[in-house]
């Protein structure tokens, strides 16, 4: 009851920066209807509540099952068997991601078909299994994780440099929606429960960079299937914006939709657990006992979460991108940089990571540094986006090529726990309140903008905020590696 406790106390202090920064546009530059500020303020209570228990029963649920996964994962002591299996758990746990499937449906409906949203996800499910087969790979064998990120985004740029614009939004976009409030907790513990069996010396090390890895596959594969089916200058099918109307109807409508979601997000994870206890794991009646109550958890937080951001916080978004582009666009980076300040602070997963870091670190690394760094990443990264929605000479590739260098540099110049943390970050912070606000805002602005391409432009913030982490993370590790020298100098000046 005290740690379920002490996550909600820290959840609603996360979410209130988010609501207070809604409620002063309302009253100072957006006039949001009144039904719809209603449900925007019910929808942050849903929030709160939905993410606390979420990530209280992930504490105990989904950690504890990717732990223990890690671990029989890491005693085949077969590496053919390493790869099969991550491959599969990769692919079983990213199908069912939330946010993933929110994404998918928006490419869906935006391409008109062209890309179905059902192939979308499989073609993004298939590129996270490979990479999670590698990230597992690369712990047991002791690869250099900087060279394999390199690797890996070098093969990026080659295919980016072949696809399609649209594609280039797309696939970063999916990078970001893959490493949601259920693959990310997994994949973490699944590394980390790999690299604590492992032990040695970078124990630390290889406890992070699984996410990051996993992050790339979505990349990889949607480009080549961009390149593929020689998928060009697409059509936008954007439907026009609805509202909802009443207060309490959307909820009500929300419910059993996001209730069976949920339900198709834990039972894969449930249905391997039970198979992977009965043949392996063989735990105690109270151990199982704990990790289903955990799920539980999970599942009932997850619910309540997704009713609240896509009945409540989703509409607010694309209404405010829209107003504010039409009546005020100059405002528009600011209002994206204030955003970006602080929607990180709500998002589920950024949370578990933050955890783990000072867990693994002992203290070393605080959470709140990883958290103050992170919001000032992501604030340039959605007023970034803005000003390439009001500039049309600004590219996409404009940001993210460059952004990638210059991450593959600095992973050769920090601390290589920092290299893990700052791709992990880079996946976790494009959660579903990124994936569903952030996105809806960036399409209103573009929609309301004569000179933007909803397709191209609408959905690049993703990509953005996936990317910046990278280099803020890393950054940060320069810091950290200066500072750790000075310490050094004192020190032996004091001998």
């Known amino acids: 009851m005290n740690i379920l406790l002490q996550k909600l106390k820290e959840v609603s202090l996360s979410v209130l920066p988010v609501t ?4 002063v546009l309302r009253f100072t530059v957006i006039p949001i209807e009144t039904n719809m500020f209603i449900r925007f303020l019910i929808g942050a209570v849903c929030v709160t509540l939905g993410l606390g228990i979420f990530l209280f029963g992930a504490h105990i649920g989904i950690v504890e099952i990717g732990g223990l996964m890690g671990e029989t994962i890491f005693k085949t002591n077969k590496m053919y068997l390493v790869g099969i299996l991550g491959f599969i758990l990769g692919f079983l746990i990213n199908a069912a991601e939330p946010d993933l499937q929110i994404l998918a449906r928006q490419v869906g409906m935006a391409t008109g078909g062209v890309v179905p949203g059902f192939l979308f996800l499989i073609v993004v499910s298939i590129g996270v299994g490979f990479l999670v087969a590698i990230g597992l790979i690369r712990i047991i064998k002791g690869f250099p994780l900087n060279k394999i990120f390199s690797f890996s985004y070098f093969i990026i740029l080659i295919l980016g440099l072949w696809a399609s614009e649209e594609f280039l939004a797309f696939s970063v976009d999916a990078s970001g929606a893959t490493t949601g409030s259920m693959t990310t907790p997994f994949i973490l513990a699944l590394g980390y429960g790999v690299s604590r069996l492992k032990g040695g010396k970078t124990t630390e090390e290889d406890s992070f960079g699984m996410v990051g890895l996993a992050s790339a596959g979505p990349i990889i594969a949607i480009l080549a299937m961009g390149i593929i089916k020689k998928l060009k200058h697409m059509e936008v099918y954007m439907e026009a914006f609805t509202p909802n109307v009443g207060i309490l109807g959307p909820y009500m409508e929300a ?3 996001f209730l069976k979601e949920s339900i198709y997000t834990i039972l894969p994870l449930l249905t391997l657990f039970l198979i992977f206890d009965k043949y392996r794991f063989k735990l105690s009646k109270k151990h ?6 955990g799920l539980l958890f999970s599942f009932i937080g997850l619910a309540l979460f997704l009713v609240g951001v896509n009945a409540g916080f989703m509409e607010v978004g694309r209404v405010l991108g829209e107003s504010i582009a039409s009546y005020h666009p100059r405002a528009l980076p600011i209002i994206g940089f204030l955003l970006g300040m602080v929607i990180v602070l709500a998002e589920p997963a950024v949370y578990v990571l933050t955890e783990q870091v000072e867990e693994v670190t002992a203290g070393h690394i605080k959470r709140k540094v990883i958290l103050v760094t992170l919001s000032i990443g992501i604030a ?14 600004l590219k996409l590739w404009h940001f993210l090529l460059p952004g990638f260098a210059f991450a593959a540099f600095l992973s050769y110049r920090v601390p290589p726990i920092f ?3 700052a791709y992990d970050s880079g996946g976790v912070a494009s959660g579903p309140m990124t994936a569903t606000f952030i996105l809806a805002f960036a399409q209103g602005a573009a929609n309301a903008i004569p000179s933007a391409n909803v397709l191209i432009d ?3 913030v993703i990509a953005m905020v996936a990317m910046t982490p990278l280099v803020a993370i890393q950054l940060l590790g320069i810091l950290f590696k200066i500072k750790a020298g000075k310490k050094e100098v004192l020190k032996h000046e004091t001998n």
């Open 419 to 421: 290299v893990g943390i």
């Open 288 to 293: 199982k006992s704990s990790i289903l109550k």
């Open 20 to 23: 207070a920064l809604v409620v």
């Open 380 to 393: 340039f990264a959605v007023c970034a986006s803005m000003l390439r929605i009001m500039i049309p000479a």
């Open 255 to 257: 419910i059993p939709q």
């Open 458 to 460: 609408g959905f690049g």
